[in-house]
């Protein structure tokens, strides 16, 4: 069983910096891609960066520039480390990795945490 254990995260002010952390625990096979995901308050869950084949590395236009990924394959870790946070920044991220397994692809997910730009 295959579980992602997130810390970091919590309240900044805009300007601030932030970093999250992701440790995938239990058995991975092939792993395709690790990377984040958040969802604004009211809004759906979107793509941030993620790193896919250990060497393509992804940013979304809105943090491209200010976010920075980064991942230990020994420890089947992914971190994130997000600089000059704005408000739009806010909402709740998730750990996301994607494995090949017997049965195909499984999409593994964090429970989330929480980070707040605000004045």
């Known amino acids: 069983q295959v579980r992602l254990v997130e810390s970091g995260g919590g309240l900044v002010q805009p300007g601030g910096s932030l970093s999250l952390s992701c440790v995938a625990t239990?058995?991975?096979?092939?792993?395709?891609?690790m990377g984040w995901y958040r969802q604004a308050p009211g809004g759906q869950r979107e793509s941030v960066a993620r790193i896919r084949s250990d060497v393509l590395v992804i940013y979304s236009s809105p943090v491209k520039g200010r976010f920075a990924i980064s991942k230990d394959s020994a420890k089947n870790a992914v971190s994130l480390q997000m600089n000059s946070l704005k408000t739009e920044d806010t909402g709740v991220y998730f750990c996301?990795?994607?494995?090949?397994?017997?049965?195909?692809?499984?999409?593994?997910w964090g429970i989330g945490r929480q980070i707040t730009v605000s004045s």
């Open positions: 239990g058995r991975l096979r092939s792993t395709i891609s």
């Open positions: 996301n990795v994607q494995d090949v397994g017997p049965s195909g692809v499984n999409n593994y």
